[in-house]
T-cell receptor, first 113, second 113 residues
């Protein structure tokens, strides 16, 4: 049973456009939702994260939108650049001190000129 | 060197071989993890070590044997693997009861022939 569902599996966006990746979860005990960015040949790196007590968090061109009632959250990349081309993973973690991350299946993002 | 370092970066082994993957973290974290990353599948948690004690074994076959001699080093001993074990093996570390940030290594690309 996949606890965090991620879509789309792949995404192509024109340079300067908005990239949107969506995730949904079932476990209402999740209380921390990070996004990871992975470039080929590298491990995932923490990009941005949100807790369920806020509906939006913005860091530069990256924004997480969080809908607690719908149990959904999404990553928006504004003014997408070719350097943003990577695989993005949403994740969720349950409980303070419980460090086990549950990952989504990943989205391969390609930004075309 | 800073961060999480994994060696070797690439490994090809026969099904009867015995090999080990090594992970070292220089971040002062007290939890370390092994993840398996296969194509088109979510990142799979394999093992969790918390203050050098194994706290999670996610139903991993016994042909994978972890070792954590101290909080900075983590090994994954491999023996009699199967071709389906070919994957990217990622090590990560974090500070338990900290800020939930995982730091991943670049992984070992394992091919079983």
């Amino acid at each position: 049973q996949q606890q965090v569902k991620q879509s789309p599996q792949s995404l192509i966006v024109q340079k300067g456009g908005i990239s949107i990746i969506n995730c949904a979860y079932e476990n209402t005990a999740f209380d921390y939702f990070p996004w990871y960015q992975q470039f080929p040949g590298k491990g995932p790196a923490l990009l941005i994260a949100i807790r369920p007590d806020v509906s939006e968090k913005k860091e530069g061109r990256f924004t997480i939108s969080f809908n607690k009632s719908a149990k959904q959250f999404s990553l928006h990349i504004m003014d997408s650049q070719p350097g943003d081309s990577a695989t993005y993973f949403c994740a969720a973690i349950e409980g303070f001190g419980n460090e086990k991350l549950t990952f989504g299946t990943g989205t391969r993002l390609t930004i075309i000129p | 060197e800073t961060g999480v370092t994994q060696t070797p970066r690439h490994l090809v082994m026969g099904m009867t071989n015995k090999k080990s993957l090594k992970c070292e973290q220089h971040l002062g974290h007290n939890a370390m993890y092994w993840y398996k990353q296969s194509a088109k599948k979510p990142l799979e948690l394999m093992f969790v070590y918390n203050f050098k004690e194994q706290t999670e074994n996610n139903s991993v076959p016994s042909r994978f044997s972890p070792e954590c001699p101290n909080s900075s080093h983590l090994f994954l001993h491999l023996h009699t693997l199967q071709p389906e074990d070919s994957a990217l093996y990622l090590c990560a570390s974090s500070q338990v009861q900290g800020n939930y940030g995982y730091t991943f290594g670049s992984g070992t690309r394992l091919t079983v022939v």
